[in-house]
Each structure stands twice: as structure tokens, then as C-alpha cells.
């Protein structure tokens, strides 16, 4: 089982921009000690052979087709309700400074 030390733990907090207390670097080294550990377990299955999963629900995407429609309202007629514009386009305050 791989067993982090608490240099390691330090480290990843530092890289992670965490700031971690002594009971949680020891808490963090036990934890991730013990993820590491199930990982191992992992590789120790043949999985030549094996595809990969992408997909285990058996779900599959739902496209629209891309039509135009048209609803029979042109830009200048849009344009024509707004308050302000500018060069064919609604004009409105600044949002970002």
C-alpha cells in the first residue's frame, strides 16, 4: 500500500493553494494513503483486451435538426422598438468598467 508521508501531503496542499492544520495533514495522509492503496488494487487485473467505457446507462445523445425559422420579423423591424441604436444593433449602457 503506498503510504504518503506528511512532506507529501504538504505538498499537495501547496500545489492545491490549500492551507492545511497538522490533524488534517494527518487526516489527509491517512485518507489519500488509503485512495492510493485501492488504485493499487486496480492494477493488479489483467484488462488486456478490454474495451473502454464510455457509456454504461446505454443512453445516447438527442440532436435537433438546425432549421431556420422564420418568423417573419426583420432586424430593422426589430430595431424599431428598441430605445437606442448604433450602427444597426440595440445600443445599451456599459456593463463591465
Known amino acids: 500500500m503506498a503510504k504518503l508521508s506528511k ?6 496542499a501547496r500545489l492545491s493553494r490549500l492551507r492545511l492544520t497538522d490533524e ?9 494513503s488509503a485512495i492510493l492503496g485501492y488504485v493499487e488494487q486496480l492494477s493488479e487485473f489483467d484488462t488486456n483486451g478490454l474495451l473502454p467505457t ?4 446505454g443512453l445516447t ?27 444597426n444593433q440595440f445600443k445599451v449602457k456599459r456593463v463591465l468598467g
Open 54 to 57: 464510455s457509456q454504461v446507462t
Open 7 to 12: 512532506d507529501d501531503v504538504l505538498k499537495l
Open 61 to 87: 445523445n438527442v440532436l435537433r435538426k438546425d432549421e431556420v425559422i422564420d418568423y417573419g420579423a426583420s432586424p430593422s423591424d426589430l430595431l424599431k422598438n428598441a430605445p437606442a441604436t448604433e450602427k
Open 24 to 32: 488534517e495533514t494527518t487526516q489527509f495522509q491517512t485518507e489519500i
